[in-house]
């Protein structure tokens, strides 16, 4: 069965940074691709990040580009997301999620985390 498990999120200061960290079991980690998706209140789920199995390629939304970084550790089956210089409109719950094959769409993602809530106050 496979889990995936957020953590790392909470209530920060506009400016401030968080890590996500998302711990894989169940699954052949280094062949999957990994994103971070997130979801804002009466918003559809948007793309914020993804990387390959190797970690050797990655892929930003534009709007994080710059001050968000994803990475993985294929030893610990953990995929991890630094986030900086947040902002009010990162508020979201954030999930991460796997795949056979990186892709900035949910559809293409089997199986998901529960997710974590980041909070930004401004």
């Known amino acids: 069965q496979v889990q995936l498990v957020e953590s790392g999120g909470g209530l920060v200061q506009a400016g401030g940074s968080l890590r996500l960290s998302c711990a894989a079991r169940?699954?052949?980690?280094?062949?999957?691709?990994m994103a971070w998706f997130r979801q804002a209140p009466g918003k559809e789920r948007e793309f914020v990040a993804a990387?390959?199995?190797?970690?050797?390629?990655?892929n930003y939304a534009d709007f994080v580009k710059g001050r968000f970084t994803i990475s993985r550790d294929n030893a610990k089956n953990t995929v991890y997301l630094q986030m900086n210089s947040l902002k009010p409109e990162d508020t979201a719950v954030y999930y991460c999620?796997?795949?056979?094959?990186?892709?900035?769409?949910?559809?293409?993602?089997?199986?998901w985390g529960q997710g974590t809530q980041v909070t930004v106050s401004s």
């Open positions: 169940g699954l052949t980690f280094s062949s999957y691709a």
């Open positions: 990387i390959s199995g190797s970690g050797s390629r990655t």
């Open positions: 999620a796997a795949a056979l094959f990186s892709s900035t769409s949910s559809t293409a993602y089997n199986y």
